[in-house]
């Protein structure tokens, strides 16, 4: 059995690194502080309120249903197609980002829907979306 005839040196902590760290961070707070002070001496009132919310919520986007057979309705009340430029107008003129939200029959021509969006872009609505489902993936299969 052989012995040890020298002693394993006893592994050091290197702290040259965070030290390093450690006096950036001190730098940095202390610039940052002097900014602040700067700051603080500008004769300006920043003036206070009380509680920070919209002024008004954001409406809702308006449905439009578009059936088979080419009617359109806008909450829930039939409309043609001039009529419902007007009511988006005078829906926009409160709300300038008003959304619509277009929902044809299925099995409807998609003719009746082109007509509905342009009506909507006559209106100058800018965001619009268009309802959709997502088909089931058997009866994807089934075709």
């Given at each position: 059995?052989?012995?040890?005839?020298?002693?394993d040196?006893?592994?050091?902590?290197?702290?040259?690194?965070?030290?390093?760290?450690?006096?950036?961070?001190?730098i940095f707070f202390m610039v940052g502080t002097k900014f602040t002070e700067m700051e603080r001496k500008i004769g300006l009132k920043v003036p206070q309120v009380s509680d920070v919310e919209a002024l008004t919520p954001a409406p809702e986007k308006k449905v439009v249903n578009v059936y088979r057979d080419g009617q359109v309705a806008v909450d829930r009340e039939n409309v043609t197609l001039d009529e419902l430029t007007r009511r988006?107008?005078?829906?926009?003129s409160q709300y300038a980002?008003?959304?619509?939200?277009v929902r044809g029959d299925g099995d409807g021509a998609f003719q009746h829907v082109a007509e509905v969006l342009n009506a909507c872009?006559?209106?100058g609505i800018t965001e619009l979306g268009v309802a959709v489902t997502t088909e089931k993936p058997d009866a994807a299969r089934r075709r």
């Open positions: 059995m052989p012995l040890r005839t020298h002693l040196e006893q592994p050091t902590l290197n702290l040259t690194s965070m030290i390093d760290v450690l006096f950036l961070l001190i988006l107008n005078a829906a926009r980002d008003l959304g619509v939200l872009r006559k209106a």
